[in-house]
Nanobody, 128 residues
Framework: QVQLVESGGGLVQAGGSLRLSCVAS????????VGWFRQAPGKEREYVAH????????RHADSVKGRFTISKDNTKNTVYLQMNSLKPEDTAVYYC?????????????????????WGQGTQVTVSS
């Protein structure tokens, strides 16, 4: 099973930017689908974006479309989440997750149960 470690979170003012990283160890991402989720206090964990490691196509939740961009660096076995124009409602713990390639071909929005490997999360706080 792949181990995932997130980094890059922090405190930023509204309108600012952050880039989160998710590094895999134990094995490469290979054919995985790699996703980002977030969980705000008192709320359920919600889908943010995902990328197909082998194909490279991406999908983003409507709430972040146009502001967040998921990408990957094959040489570093790393997936990124570039977050621009941050809003206070983006405040949450952000989690990286890896799952099977089949996630990428489904039309429905991925859920937490689709992913088998999770990182420990990184806190993002956006002040108003």
């Amino acid at each position: 099973q792949v181990q995932l470690v997130e980094s890059g979170g922090g405190l930023v003012q509204a309108g600012g930017s952050l880039r989160l990283s998710c590094v895999a160890s134990g094995r490469t991402f290979a054919t995985d689908t790699v996703g980002w989720f977030r969980q705000a206090p008192g709320k359920e964990r919600e889908y943010v974006a995902h990328i197909s490691w082998s194909i490279g196509n991406t999908r983003h939740a409507d709430s972040v479309k146009g502001r967040f961009t998921i990408s990957k660096d094959n040489t570093k076995n790393t997936v990124y989440l570039q977050m621009n124009s941050l809003k206070p409602e983006d405040t949450a713990v952000y989690y990286c997750a890896a799952g099977p390639a089949s996630i990428n071909v489904r039309s429905r929005t991925p859920t937490t149960s689709d992913f088998g490997s999770w990182g420990q999360g990184t806190q993002v706080t956006v002040s108003s």
